[in-house]
């Protein structure tokens, strides 16, 4: 049974099939840190749930790029021609995104060192800074691109991938 309050379904156009950052917006780390936006880019496009309000002509295609403190969207469909750009402040995510980094080296340090217990407190707050940026970021976008809890938890990802310095 369907939960009740539960959005409903979005046709199976409304879905992402590539995401590309824009490699002037991050900067090189190791390889690893490259791997982790490979791999949150593949879990992406694996599940996701990706609409244009307005639009119905989907799949799309998205390119996430940095540019004066604010996050810019470009947005192709493959039954249409033209590109639509969305730019969204990062002022409100700024605090989140620091914040988050801040608990995400702590939470790797404690995996060397911590007891198990302090590890676990440690991701609890993690998981739940990367759930607050990632309503924080379906809130913002409601009234352009419509988008499920997972699909905002990866999107907060590569957003914090393009903010990631080393």
């Known amino acids: 049974m369907a939960d009740p309050a539960a959005p409903p379904s ?14 002037g917006s991050i900067a090189r780390g190791s390889s690893n840190i490259d791997h982790e936006r490979e791999v949150a880019i ?3 496009i694996d599940q ?6 307005g639009r119905d002509d989907g799949p799309y295609s998205l390119s996430l ?11 192709t469909a493959e039954r249409s021609e033209g ?3 969305h730019m969204l402040s990062l002022t409100s995510l700024r605090r989140i995104i620091k914040d988050y980094f801040i608990v995400c080296d702590t939470y790797y340090d404690a995996i060397r060192s911590a007891p198990p217990s302090r590890i676990q407190s440690i991701d609890m707050g993690r998981r ?7 309503h924080l970021l379906t809130e913002r976008l409601k009234d352009k691109i419509a988008i499920d809890h997972d699909t905002a938890r990866r999107l907060f990802t590569l957003i914090c991938a393009l903010h990631w310095k080393g």
């Not at 790029?65 to 470009?74: C, G, P, S, T």
């Open 48 to 53: 996701n749930v990706f609409a244009v309000v």
């Open 83 to 85: 590109e639509v750009r």
């Open 10 to 23: 979005l046709p199976s156009t409304n879905h992402l099939v590539a995401v590309r950052l824009d490699e």
């Open 65 to 75: 790029a940095i540019a004066d403190d604010r996050l810019v969207m470009a947005i």
């Open 42 to 44: 593949l879990d992406l």
């Open 128 to 134: 739940a800074l990367h759930d607050e940026g990632s």
